[in-house]
Structure formats: C-alpha cells, structure tokens
C-alpha cells in the first residue's frame, strides 16, 4: 500500500510518518518504508491517512431484540435500570442460533465498516448453562478474544448464592474452553451485579480454569472492583466512572489497563470518568465502544474518540492511541494495535488528511477497515 | 417504494405509518398507501424506516483549507477565536472555481450519504465581491436556498463602516440575483461580528434587494440578534445559545424559526441552548448542522440528533421533526420536510426498524438520502 499522506504507527507513541509507504505479505507488515514501495499487488491510499485498525476491547455484540424504547424512556427522565438487561436475555434466549449468529455478523461488519479490525465479544445475555454456551460459541466465530460472562447480572428468581456457584461451576465448565477471558459485572452499588466477594469467586474460578481476566467495575459508584481488578491481575478493569485515589493510584502501579466506555455515559446521560487525571498518573488508558443494547449501542470508534476527546479532555493523539494501542494492551496482544514489521496488516483507512479529523468530524463516517485480497 | 416497517410522515406531527408505501411520480409523492402499492418499478425498502429526509438549513460548505489543527488546540484549552476564520478566506480565495466546486460536492455528496437530501449553503468565505459572487456561484450549483453572507465577519485591514457600506453596495448587487437569502453574524459581543445597527442596515438592504431574511444571533452571549430577526420578520435566527425571556418571547409570537446548531456547541466545548424553553414557549424549533470548518465541520444530520435528545432534552421524535419539518419552515417551503401527496420525494432510509435509532446508535451512519432513478 502506498500514497498514505500520514501513517500513523502507534511505534513509538504515536508514530507519525509523512508519504509512507507499506509492504504487506500474507496479512503481516513487512516493511514500514517512504512512498514508492514495490510489491505484486499495489493499493493506492489517495494520500489518505492510514492508522491502525481500532481494537474494540469490550463489545457484547451477541443479543437479540431492541431496547430503543427503553433508551427513550431514559433520555425522558426514567431512571438507568441494569434489570433492563431482562428484555435481551429473554429474547436473545428466544432466538436461533442462526439467528443470533446473523445478527452478530451484522453488528461485526458494521464494526468493520466504522474501522474497528479486531474485537473482543462478550456473552452474557444469556445466564443459563446453555445459552452462555452458544453466545460463546456464536462469539468465537467472530473473534479469537471471546470473554464468557455469566456474572454480567444475576438472573430473576434464582438466589445470588446459588447463581454464583452455576457461574462457577457448571456454567464455567462450559464455557471455559470456548473462551480466553472471563469477566464480572463488579458494583455492589446495583442489587442485579456483584458484590467484591462474589465478584473474587468468579474470577478465581476462571483464573483455575485457565481464562484471563477482565472487570467491569466502577460504573455506577466508587466501589471495589477496580483495586480487585489489579490485586487479581486482570487485564483491564471497563468502565471506572467513578474512582477514588485509592483506585488510581492502584491502577498506576499495575499492568491492569483502565478502559473507557464514554458511549455508555453519553446513552445514560451520565457524568464522564476523569481520563486526565488517569493518564497524569500514568495508567494506560483504552478506549472501547462497549457495544451493546442497554447503555451503549454503538459500534463507532469514531464516535467513541470524539467523546473522550471533547468530554474527557483526551488530545486526539491520545485518544487514537488508546483506541488502538492501549486497546491491544488490554487484550495482552502485541499484534495489533501498531504497525510495525511483523505486527498484523490491520488498517484503518481515513478519508481525511490526519487522525485529527476523527474528533473534529464528529458523526461522520470517516473511518473503514482495509480488508485484504 | 413498499415494505416501509415504518414510515414517518410529519403530517400531522410526527405522523407514523406502520407498514406503509408510497407511489412516487417524477420525484413526486402522489400516494401514501398500506403496504402493496403498484407502481413501473418497485423499491423494496425491507422493513426499513423512511423518514422525510434531513433538511439542513444552515450549512458552510463552499470553503478550502484545513483548520483541524485550529480545533485540536482549542479541546487543548486555547479559546474560539471567530478570527480563525482568517485561515479559511485566505484558502478560499486562492482556490479555484474548480477546486471549490469539486469540495463542495463531495460534501454535498457526503451529506446525501448521511440521509440529507436538500441543504441550504451559505457564502462567507470571500468577503470581497469577486468571491463572494463565486461562492454564491458555486452553492447555486447545489441547491436554490443559496443565502449570501458577506456579512460573516469583517475582514481584517478594512474599516468597519467601509465593509458595511461594501456588502450593502456593491457585494450585495453581485450576489442578489445569484441568492435566496440574506444573512448576519449578529453579535456584538465578537469584535469581528455585526452590532445590532449593522446587522439592521444589512438585513434592510438585502431586503430591499428581494431576499429573504436569516440571522447568525445569541451564539456567544445573549444580544440583539433574536429581537432584530424577529422584528424585521427573518425566516430564521441560527444558534440562540443565549436567550433572555425577552428573547423567547419574542420568538413565541412570531414567524421566525429558532435553528439550533448543537455541532457547534460540542465542537466549541460550550454549553448548550435550552431547547426546552423554547418548546414550552410555543417556538418552532429546527435543528442544522452549520457544516463549516471552523467550529462545527459535521455533515451528520444523526449526530446532530443525537446530540439534541442527550444535551438539550429533545425526545427522539421532537428532534426528528426539527430536523425535516422544523429545517423546512426555516426555509419557508412546503415541498420538503414532510411525506404527503404533492410533497417531493425526499426520503431518507434508516437501516433501523424506528427513528429512536438514530439517537439511540449514535456515531453510526444509519440514514442514506434515496436516489431515485
């Protein structure tokens, strides 16, 4: 690929280069060079800024049904009510597997349209033995990143204690080997979520079972689950809209990511979390759409980075960065996320000069996925 | 065109139609029906929602030059200067009419794409009488709401009673017969704007020429802008961020319509106008994207609602209808807007069962304007 106006590598930082050029062989950068490259197969980027493609690192893209009323409802005054998830579960219970699997690769190509090359899914709407399984699987055709989260609430009229030992034992048994992560809604400030103890018995019992480890916390209150997060090793800790020193300074002193979901704030009309105060104590900082159909039904990366730009204070560069960088670093992958030789030939292709026109042509859709022969 | 899941009509209100189709002749609605509608050729709209299309009745599109860099510093905290605007006439004029011309269309072609089907484009990017009239030139290739805006600031080096006199004079006889409309950046509380005294003789004179009246007023702090739409019966008054009760009033009892352009607020970081005060006090209000590269370069008409349901209290529907029927009052017509027999066939499809999506999917581009054969 070559006449890329601006390349932006994430290597080092943000890695600006003018007038480059790349050579690509079976899916993988070969060389990073200046314009003029050679190779069998020429793709012409117009000048056009190439960065790379945007890793979305916290999706729930396997669900049936539509909660656009309930948004409405919201945006006219009614409270955010996570029981709301009960309206996907049991329609996405409702559906075939063909069904959900179509539904699943439409959000996924939609993701592709918008730039985003690698996602991670969640299950989730599913918090029964069976249908977890067959959200993983459905997942796993989408993504080798497939988090199995049984814990996302505690389903209508089963005792806590009783779900969490399901979650961890059969439920787990199941899913585990069609999954990498595990993950847990983590707020006791929510009667459907998880409180620390519970959230530590699902993630110990995925940790046993050879899954990495991923919380949802801090969403809705101050609370436990991002320093439970970094005591556990978790690879990132979603949402944290609401820290405390205590949580900051633990996540500065781990490898735990902090990822940002600030599509979830603007849909529930929330206040936004303090991304300048994370980087200035050096926490790495992802960006993730959070796709999904309660709190945040985007797939726009673009979107995403013009919020966390214009509400979070993020300078565009930054924010490109953790939508793709820092995003990579809280799935622990070094393929992706920068262009550099030997990473993965994921691109995103701008119709724009720079990667600062994401934030300043908020809504347009500027970014698409290269997809290679 | 048939299989509409849901079609929005505006007529009356919002105006919903379940299973609806329509009989289109020469770009003419002549039938709004149930679904199974005859016709030579069928448009199988899938279940889709069809909605009037977006009218955007304040846009900037006829510019060149680049002003990103402008936006990123000014999220970095340096504050909006209207005299940025500097950058863009100097791009624009060095510009040839080639050069303008093939911008503006991709676009106007960028805002078909995101389900806007007639716009109104504004001069202003010239200041002096040769580019003004070129720009007026070139937006009448796009559109027949072209609205003549010498009166956008007043350009550096030339006296400010001289400039007033020069677009009353001379710039106004060359632009006249290529316009609709006449427009003011009224606000005194920018050095480089209009007071109320100019804006009056600017406003009379375009008048006095046969054009309609538009205002800039009430975008950087309460002032005169509203009162003097209203009293000389302007169409519309674009922005109205800062209002006094004086100024609600005076739109309650009058024809002119409130255009609220939230683009701009996100992209300027500044608070938002209360839409709310507005409904309740009777005002009719639309919603534009004011697509220009100085504070909001969006030509995403999705976003803009978005936006108005989140930070302004819009329902969905209210921001729909401001978005199509609101935008066509402020440009005084009655062909678009609306879906009725007689109506033009300017339709947007939604790839979303209902128009809640478009504030419930921000970022993603859901509208396309329909081209019809």
New interface residues.
Partial sequence: MDNIGLLVTNDPELGEVRDAALVIEDGVVVAVERAGAQGDERIDAGGRCVIPGFVDSHTHLVFAG?R??E??AR??GAPYAAGGIRVTTDATRAASEDELTALTRARRD?AL??GITHLEIKSGYGLDVATERRLCEIAGEFTDDVTFLGAHVVPPGIPRAEYVALVCGPMLAACAPLARWIDVFCEPASPHAFDADEARAVLEAGRAAGLGLRVHGNQLAAGPGVRLAVELGAASVDHCTYLTGADVDALAGSDTVATLLP?VE??T?SPYPDARRLLAAGVTVALATDCNPGTS????M???I?LA??EM?L??AEAVWAATAGAARALRRDDIGHIAVGARADLAVLDA??H??L???????LARALELA
């Fill in positions: 539509d656009s009323e948004f409405a945006m006219a939609e349209r918008a599509g603007f849909s009309r039904y985007t797939s726009s673009p979107f995403v013009a730009v214009r204070g300078t565009p000069p720079t600062l026109h934030a300043y042509r908020p809504g347009v859709p």
